[in-house]
């Protein structure tokens, strides 16, 4: 994948967790970052936009944020029902094409 | 809320052509807001951007399937369409649509904000 997350992690109910999505110039540094959620076998859904936008609905519990070619989502308050894979998606300007980061497991213990 | 709904054959030859509808409720694909395209996701793998279109026939594809691909909008029947030539297995996949809008600068359509529920494709003979 043209952006980078860790493949899993993991946390306690009630706990806080981050998850990474790292890219370059071409992508993450000069375009705006969005996260999706995909629970078990069903589709993506839109959790964060414009790297730190939350569409209507979604908790304030989910926050992004985004510096250089990096971005963060975060996750405070876990619930069991957070458990998904996480994706983080952004424009690549050399490319011009829309991309992912590979996704990331989240286990809430 | 608009809505989207994906439909084609679960079953396609190795080497024929992929050819799925995504039909779109509750809203209108002349929005000229949005564009309109298609994403995947081979069994337990991550989501691949395959490409998308506005109805004024501006469209942009991922490079790696570029030379396969072919997306269409049909505002007469509210809906758009994906079709993938020369198939192989590797083309086996969960295929969603969506609706894409721009980020902040509205330059590029790249938000993914509503997604159909997917639709199975398996390439074999």
């Known amino acids: 994948s043209v952006l980078t997350q860790p493949p899993s992690v993991s946390a306690a109910p009630g706990q806080k967790v981050t998850i990474s999505c790292s890219g370059s110039s071409s992508n993450i540094e000069t375009s705006y970052v969005s996260w999706y959620q995909q629970l078990p076998g069903t589709a993506p859904k839109l959790l964060i936009y414009?790297?730190?936008k939350r569409p209507s609905g979604i908790p304030d519990r989910f926050s992004g944020s985004k510096s250089g070619t990096s971005a963060t989502l975060g996750i405070t308050g876990l619930q069991t029902g957070d458990e998904a894979d996480y994706y983080c998606?952004?424009?690549?300007?050399?490319?011009?094409?829309?991309?992912f980061g590979g996704g990331t497991q989240l286990t809430v213990l | 809320q608009v809505q989207l709904q994906e439909s084609g054959p679960g079953l396609v030859k190795p080497s024929e052509t992929l050819s799925l509808t995504c039909a779109v409720s509750d809203g209108s694909i002349s929005n000229s807001d949005y564009y309109w395209g298609w994403i995947r996701q081979p069994p337990g793998k991550g989501l691949e951007w395959i490409g998308h279109m506005h109805d004024s026939g501006s469209a942009y594809f991922n490079p790696s399937l570029r030379s396969r691909v072919t997306i269409l909008v049909d505002t007469s029947k509210n809906q758009f369409s994906l079709r993938l030539s020369s198939v192989t297995a590797a083309d086996t996949a969960v295929y969603y649509c969506?609706?894409?809008?721009?980020?902040?600068?509205?330059?590029?359509?790249?938000?993914?904000?509503?997604w159909g529920q997917g639709t199975t494709v398996t390439v074999s003979s």
């Open positions: 998606g952004t424009w690549d300007n050399s490319l011009t094409a829309a991309v």
């Open positions: 969506a609706r894409h809008r721009p980020d902040s600068w509205g330059y590029y359509y790249y938000v993914m904000d509503v």
């Open positions: 414009d790297n730190n």
